[in-house]
């Protein structure tokens, strides 16, 4: 070809080439969509995480709201305050009703007042179990919801109590006692989660306190902890029991289904007249760029099909709404369906949410300088008091005295921890790292002082 036509033809390229720029240029197009992100502070692990976000996307509820994909942060409930201004959440999931108390009384949850959220509120029903399953505000308006409902208690290593003739604990009162101690120091019995670390394990603690009383209660706890292994956090206290190394866990009841599950030795229980339901809640936050992002995935866990996904046997939660098990996968799970009608069946104590609330900071850090801070000087009092009650060194009341001597709420300076001095302070424990740091170091220094002076009585 000639060099005549080979310009010819880049020309007739070159012409052809800007003619469909020019016409791409100005010919209407129809704007592209940025895909939304939902933001989701959660205390649910990642094996839920996983599961919602693959049903929920798929769903036209995200769909119909332009909802691409799911940002979601998991840290420690102690930081929600923190970490929300921040990480600007749509929507707050799981975690209990005091912590969403808390939040929305420090200005981190929005009032659930739209058309479409009232009508998904309004498939849950105002009380489950004899308990509150939705949370308002002093002006009567909605500012959380309950997605599941709980249980707590413990789970059980039927082998592990049998190889050592212990018999299967029934209520609190059984993990108190010298039967539980008698292995120590070398082998604790049960396994606690340290409060900070664990939402389900503080509320267990906060249903013993009200349940016994104050003092009373913080006795219980004592001589629990006394028995124990105390684990950071939930996880690493139900895997204890899991594995065989204790035979009993402090236990919120998904857990407690899961390891039975894994481990079929294993059996939830929850303790007779010992318990509570409580709704495990989903909230808007103040902070929601999307805001109707976040109410479509209200929406959506509050249907049938959004529930469902609690009976995955990945999750085993029990869902707030019955209808779930009317769904495909609800058909399969005759085993929740029966513990979810013994739960909402179950007659609980008396408890106040408020209540707790109003001392929840001061008791998870009390509990963790007297209990786990100073467990070493604790067990060594417990172990030590058990033994000389079951080599009749001394009698049961003798026993009994001692042990309420060990486990009284302590003295520091001219304060003593009582449950009103628990209130008076708590929001400076919550809020104050100095104030927190210098409470914890008294407390953990009279919690020594005392457990070494009651050991000093006990006859050798």
């Given amino acids: 070809m000639s ?44 094996t839920l995480q996983l599961k ?30 923190q970490v929300i201004p921040t990480f600007q959440p749509d929507v707050a999931f799981g975690g209990g009703p005091t912590l969403f108390n808390q939040l929305y009384d420090q200005g981190l949850l929005a009032v659930l007042n739209s058309t479409k959220i009232l009508a998904a509120i309004a498939r849950v029903n105002d009380t489950i179990a004899g308990v509150d399953a939705k949370g308002k505000n002093a ?47 070398t082998t604790p019995t ?14 267990i603690y906060e249903i013993i306190l009200q349940k016994f009383g104050w003092v009373k209660g913080w006795e219980v706890l004592t001589r629990m902890a006394g028995n124990s292994r105390i684990e950071l956090g939930s996880t ?17 009841d998904f857990y407690g289904f899961s390891t039975a599950l894994r481990n079929p030795d294993c059996e939830y229980r929850i303790p007779v007249n010992g318990s509570i339901i409580n709704p ?47 769904t495909a996968v609800g058909q399969t799970r005759d085993d929740l369906y029966l513990f979810y009608n013994n739960s909402v069946d179950n007659i609980g104590i008396d408890f106040s949410d408020p209540l707790a609330l109003s001392y929840e900071y001061s008791l998870m850090y009390y509990f963790e300088a007297v209990l786990t801070n100073a467990q070493s000087d604790l067990q060594s009092c417990w172990s030590k ?17 001692y042990a309420a001597q060990m486990a009284a709420p302590v003295t520091w300076d001219t304060e003593t921890f009582t449950e009103a001095y628990a209130i008076s302070i708590n929001d400076q424990m919550g809020s104050s790292d100095s104030f927190r740091a210098l409470m914890q170091s008294d407390w953990t220094a009279a919690a020594i002082a005392q457990y070494n002076a009651v050991e000093a009585l006990i006859p050798p």
């Fill in 190 to 203: 049960i396994a606690m989660g340290n409060s900070p670390g664990t939402t389900s394990n503080t509320r």
């Fill in 3 to 46: 060099r005549t036509k080979w310009y010819a033809l880049a020309l007739i390229v070159i012409i052809s080439v800007s003619a469909v720029t020019v016409w791409w240029l100005f010919v209407p197009k129809t704007p592209i969509q940025p895909g939304v992100e939902l933001r989701v502070i959660t205390r649910h692990d990642p």
């Fill in 236 to 252: 690493e206290t139900q895997s204890q029991v899991e594995t065989g190394v204790t035979g009993v866990a402090m236990s919120i």
């Fill in 52 to 81: 919602i976000e693959q049903a929920f996307l798929a769903s036209e509820y995200a769909t119909n709201n332009s909802i691409t994909s799911i940002a979601w942060t998991q840290p420690n409930m102690m930081f929600w305050p």
């Fill in 280 to 326: 495990d809640p989903i909230a808007l936050c103040t902070t929601a760029p999307n805001k109707e992002a976040g109410e479509a995935f209200i929406d959506y866990i509050l249907t049938p099909e959004g529930q469902s996904t609690w009976l995955d046997e990945a999750i085993n939660r029990l869902p707030i709404l019955e209808e779930a098990f009317q």
């Fill in 385 to 401: 008091l058990v033994s000389a009650y079951r080599n009749m060194l001394i009698n049961e009341v003798e026993f009994g005295n």
């Fill in 139 to 185: 002006e009567d308006e909605y500012i959380w919801v309950g997605s599941a409902i709980s249980s707590f208690g413990f789970t059980i290593n039927k082998p592990w109590l049998q190889t050592r003739g212990l018999p299967f604990p029934t209520h609190w009162e059984n993990l108190t006692s010298d039967e539980f101690g008698q292995f120590l120091p």
